[in-house]
């Protein structure tokens, strides 16, 4: 027993231990190892390989002393008519149009209003960008009523105005 404690008390802390030098550093490149001199053998000089004539050049390979093409501009194809496409639309009424219609622009006509006090105030971007869309969808609106579209009129114009109203309430 008091062989073991002497040599727990010899031994020192198993937690602690300190810090070995790497062996790198111990030895250090102070001296670098140089190989021996070798002595170096006469070579050869290299052997005469014909030039093959030009006519025996495979067809892969171009020659550069010929000046480069002239680029020539192509024209541009003609542009074919661009058939219309055609709309789907679903059969409205006499009335139905006439309420569509008259939906539509009223729906525009409050998006404008609501539009007016913005131009008279310092917007931030974030209103700026919802300006941007009401306009968008306005001009959709307007579009789609040209082309007879009363049902996707009436949709882009209710968004345009609920866009503006969202923006009245921001200024």
């Known amino acids: 027993m008091l062989l073991c404690v002497c040599v727990m ?3 020192g802390c198993f937690a ?6 790497p062996v790198i550093s111990v030895m250090g490149f102070a001296h670098p190892v140089i190989p021996p001199a070798t002595v170096e ?14 006519a025996e050049l495979s067809p892969m390979v171009t020659s550069h002393n010929l000046p480069a093409r002239p680029r020539v501009a192509v024209a541009p194809a003609p542009a074919a008519e661009k058939k219309s496409e055609p709309i789907i639309a679903p059969e409205v ?5 006439t309420a569509a219609r008259a939906e539509t622009e009223h729906n525009l006509d409050l ?44 949709s882009l114009s209710k ?3 609920v866009l503006s109203e969202q923006l009245a309430a921001s200024l």
Do not use: H, Y
């Open 9 to 11: 008390c010899t031994s």
């Open 16 to 21: 602690r231990r300190t810090a070995t030098k």
């Open 41 to 54: 053998a006469a070579l050869e000089p290299p052997p005469d390989i014909p030039l093959e004539g030009p």
């Open 93 to 97: 009424t006499a009335e139905e149009m």
């Open 111 to 154: 998006a404008e209003k609501n539009l007016g006090p913005a131009g008279r105030r310092p917007l931030n971007a974030t209103q700026l960008d919802v300006i941007s869309k009401v306009r968008s969808f306005a001009e959709s609106a307007r579009e789609a009523m040209r082309s007879g579209d009363w049902e996707r009129a009436k």
């Open 159 to 161: 968004k345009a105005e």
